[in-house]
């Protein structure tokens, strides 16, 4: 059963720009949570989603946000990019969404 | 607010010896309570689930115990090898939320 695809792997923009990650969940799992990884933070919950609806958001501004589609990939699109988005996005996929969550290795964001 | 504690100070062992990481929490009342394991540039991995109402579970080498009333889960792995290495990280429901502490670094050395 392939795992967890997130892409692109690395990434790099300016200040100001906006960026859209992309994930494919392992197949036949319908939750999937987007986490942030800084080294001063740790792993920080943005957002889940269930049957293309978001169930949760963790405390970012509007400019981070999400979107499911019917086959369950996921995408979050970060707009007005600041030099602290700079972090690993991760994507985690569950079959059932209180249970173990299955992590792809993320996409490093580099913003300059 | 709620709040998930793990030893900042990365912690190193022998090989052979048992590792034991602490998670302790506060304003959270978890169904269950979750252990990962992550590498560097990797994503995490899951290794093993204790819900409330389990003391303790086992999974080859480790083993991890939740105490409700304490507030705490300890991680033991035994027999720790150099391949143990890594950064372990606890985790606890919140709504559909999983939050995570900031991992406890461990460094097992031949």
């Known amino acids: 059963k392939a795992g967890v695809t997130q892409t692109p792997r690395y990434l790099i923009k300016t200040r100001g720009q906006q960026v859209t990650l992309s994930c494919s969940p392992i197949s036949g799992h319908r939750s999937v949570s987007w986490y942030q990884q800084t080294p001063g933070q740790g792993l920080q919950f943005l957002f889940e989603?269930?049957?293309?609806?978001?169930?949760n958001k963790g405390n970012f501004p509007g400019r981070f946000s999400g979107r499911q589609f019917s086959n369950s990939r996921s995408e979050m699109n970060v707009s007005t990019l600041e030099l602290g988005d700079s972090a690993l996005y991760l994507c985690?996929?569950?079959?059932?969404?209180?249970?173990?969550?299955?992590f792809g290795d993320g996409t490093r964001l580099s913003i300059l | 607010s709620q709040k998930i504690e793990q030893n900042s100070e990365a912690l190193n062992i022998q090989e052979g010896k048992t590792a034991t990481l602490t998670c302790n929490y506060t304003n959270y009342s978890p169904a269950y309570l979750q252990w990962y394991r992550q590498d560097p540039g990797r994503g995490p991995v899951f290794l093993l689930l204790?819900?409330?109402?389990?003391k303790e579970k086992r999974k080859e080498r480790l083993k991890v115990t939740f105490d409700t009333t304490l507030k705490q889960s300890l991680f033991h792995i035994t027999a720790s090898q150099p391949a143990d290495s890594a950064t372990y990280l606890c985790a606890l429901p919140s709504g559909y939320a999983l939050n995570f502490g900031k991992g406890t670094s461990l460094l097992v050395t031949p």
């Open positions: 204790i819900r409330e109402n389990e």
């Open positions: 985690a996929s569950a079959g059932d969404p209180l249970g173990p969550q299955h």
């Open positions: 989603y269930f049957s293309e609806t978001q169930r």
